[in-house]
């Protein structure tokens, strides 16, 4: 059957279509994630909507199952997968900003990169990833957690309306006030309920932020952590900051001695008054004395970028999750323990807190399910090549058994990998039920394979 599909397809599609074979398919099937390994029966290089809109037409005819890669950013790779076609949104990154109405519509296909870069002309933003090469199709359907989270909601939060296609090439509007129900599931079910061809997001007036990393030596790392942990539940709105455990890279603000040797990073990042900004951050960290640091007010779409280079595609990553109502101090020096573990120079512990905005807004306003959750951790285990894959993973799954059972058992869908799929873990008892039904109603075929 798949032949004839694919024959199909490349007398409609104006794009390309890719199978085994073309010189082009290596490439054209590669993901961020260097771990994640299939093989598509066919790609599809959409060049505009129409194609997609064929595209699942077509697919839909003949009983073939589709994904869907915006950005191919995530680590659980599902975007791919062997056997069915892969919808490849790439080509459609067109961003168009509406200042006055404090807008953008946004390709579903973009990076986060391309709204950054076409909203900071007119001194604004939106919510979304701390990395900007991640798709903004992957991050905002999976809930989207972000630096400008915290005073302006997730990246779905921001969502106003999308435009998407359903199963048998079906084109509809999706708002509060039109197919309210896929509008849920679209803002934090993680996808599979069509493929949303352009976003639209509320804007806000953000310019320059105050925001750096200053870096703690391994005997501070403690005290640290227990300090943010004291200051997040009051901290601003305006402040979002993250704990990393790692393997201190050659910053040049750090002396070499410190190179390679385990310390805490923060990462902050304040939208707001400037001098208010630098009393929280220095608060936030508890008055404990850094080994170097580097903060300063810059725009945002230039902090929006700061991170890209320590998430470089073509690393082997395994990556786990723990949502957490309270940190103990068990948890803490279990945290700061290992960093004196880490398998590679590139794996991290993330410690992040989320209220202000988020924990707010209604918990059943969307299909996202850790808004009230105050913490999270990501245990971000990468290796540069194979050979050292296996110890990054044993660690990963060590770590998160050890740290897990003070957690609340459910996980942030976006940071969860390939063997962390369950429903009830990643939406919640009662919407994983509701998002199964919505499926069975939007896609009773199962063409969207998940």
């Not at 004291?230 to 790692?246: K, L, M, R, S």
């Not at 880490?342 to 794996?347: I, V, Y």
């Not at 971000?380 to 609340?408: C, K, M, N, Q, Y």
Request: glycine residues 12%.
């Amino acid at each position: 059957m798949m032949p004839n599909v694919t024959a199909i397809l490349r007398k409609e599609i104006r794009g390309a279509v890719v199978e085994a074979g073309d010189p082009q398919y290596a490439q054209a099937r590669s993901v961020w994630n260097a771990a994640i390994d299939r093989r598509p029966t066919a790609i599809i290089r959409c060049a505009d909507v129409e194609d997609v809109v064929r595209a699942v037409r077509i697919a839909s005819d003949h009983g073939a199952k589709l994904t869907v890669r915006g950005g191919g950013h995530n680590v659980a790779g599902r975007s791919i997968a062997d056997g069915t076609l892969m919808l490849d949104l790439s080509a459609l990154r067109a961003v168009r900003v509406n200042a006055s109405a404090r807008r953008a519509s946004v390709q579903g296909g973009a990076l986060w990169s391309d709204i950054d870069a076409a909203t900071a002309a007119a001194g604004l933003a939106t919510t979304g990833g701390f990395v900007s090469t991640t798709g903004v199709g992957g991050l905002t359907l999976g809930g989207g957690v972000g630096w400008l989270m915290r005073r302006y909601g997730l990246a779905s939060d921001n969502l106003r309306r999308a435009n998407v296609v359903l199963p048998g090439g079906r084109f509809v509007r999706v708002s509060p006030d039109e197919h309210a129900d896929l509008f849920w599931g679209l803002r934090g079910g993680a996808g599979g309920l069509g493929v949303v061809t352009e976003f639209e997001f509320a804007l806000h007036p953000v310019r320059d932020v105050l925001a750096g990393i200053t870096i703690f030596a391994a005997g501070d790392m403690l005290r640290v952590l227990q300090a943010f942990r004291a200051y997040a539940p009051e901290a601003p709105d305006e402040f979002c900051g993250i704990c990393v455990v790692c393997q201190a890279p050659p910053l040049p603000f750090l002396e070499p001695g410190h190179h390679g040797r385990p310390v805490l990073a923060v990462a902050v990042c304040w939208c707001g008054d400037a001098a208010r900004g630098e009393a929280e951050i220095t608060k936030s960290c508890g008055g404990a004395e850094s080994i170097g640091a580097h903060l300063g007010v810059m725009p945002y779409v230039q902090w929006q970028k700061m991170q890209d280079a320590g998430a470089p595609a073509g690393v082997y990553n395994y990556w786990k999750t723990v949502n957490f109502d309270s940190l103990t101090d068990t948890t803490l020096e279990r945290i700061a323990q290992a960093a004196q573990e880490l398998p590679s120079a590139a794996t991290e512990i993330h410690l992040q807190h989320i209220g202000g905005a988020v924990a707010r807004a209604d918990a059943g306003s969307s299909a996202f399910a850790s808004r009230q959750a105050p913490f999270f951790a990501n245990l971000i285990g990468r290796s540069a090549d194979p050979a050292g894959f296996e110890a990054v993973r044993s660690f990963v799954r060590r770590l998160h058994g050890i740290l897990s059972p003070a957690g609340t058992g459910t996980i942030q869908p976006n940071f969860s990998d390939q063997d962390d799929l369950d429903p009830s873990r990643r939406f919640g008892t009662d919407g994983a039920s509701r998002l199964a039904e919505l499926r069975g109603r939007y896609d009773p075929e199962r063409v969207f394979s998940l």
